[in-house]
């Protein structure tokens, strides 16, 4: 059975001297699909612009606004009402000579290719072929998923957005950003089709209606052996009741929660702020 969550979102830059022009694009407005629905999402933004919206090559909703008015802090504020699902039963997978045709690697193929933050070595990827052995894909993806999770352990302020995911296993610390680019990684090197999820996490597993979680945005995985599948390595679990999908990419550059250029002094990001609340 699925929940009702209630998302705040609050996110910005603040700048060391006056800023005449940016121009900006956010990716916080949760996603509709089966097993998730929008019920209410709105962005604001201070100081005042004008919104304009796009889907996004991945399927995102990409909120846009640019200001031509002098300002030395840029705040955005995301707000939704979210129904999701309980996470689904596991697919019966494809068999890997399936997974494997170039029928599926050319159909699937950004989802198979490494890029700068999901590479791996030739070490790591020999390590994901033992642990496929003789498991079936969906087997071998969850056995991948839960390995980088034990292996990695959750530190927050440990890496950056630009860390990458040999970088963080070299240090085996790591944000759940790096455990989902080291298991998006590991589950392309041995040929299966591998996303990275941006979105929210309701922080406490067994939340009660009315119970409010702090955090940051969050991120996860959803791996193709006939039909995608949501897994949270970072956690240990399926994506479930308490994930709340944004948008999804081959890695964390499809997906920054707020991206922009401008022309003025040198910014700082204010710090990310996320409330999630059960509502039902």
Known sequence: MGWRLRIRHHTGFTYAGPVRTSYNEAR???LTFPGQTTLDSRVEVSPTAALWRYWDYWGAQVTCFDLHVEHDILEVTGSSVVETSSAPTP???VTWDVLLSDQVRQRRVETVAATKLTAVDDELA?????????LDPQAAAVAVARWVGEQVEYVPGSTGVRTSALQAWVQRQGVCQDIAHLTVGLLRSIGIPARYVSGYLHPIPHAKVG???AGQSHAWVEWWVG??????????DPAGERHVVVARGRDYDDVPPLKGVYRGAASTAIGVGVEVERLA
């Not at 020999?126 to 003789?134: I, K, N, T, Y």
């Open 28 to 30: 916080i407005t949760p």
């Open 91 to 93: 697919p019966t997978p």
């Open 227 to 236: 039909q995608w599948y949501g897994f949270d390595p970072t956690n240990h």
């Open 126 to 134: 020999d390590h994901a072929a033992g642990l496929r052995a003789d």
């Open 211 to 213: 119970d409010v979680g």
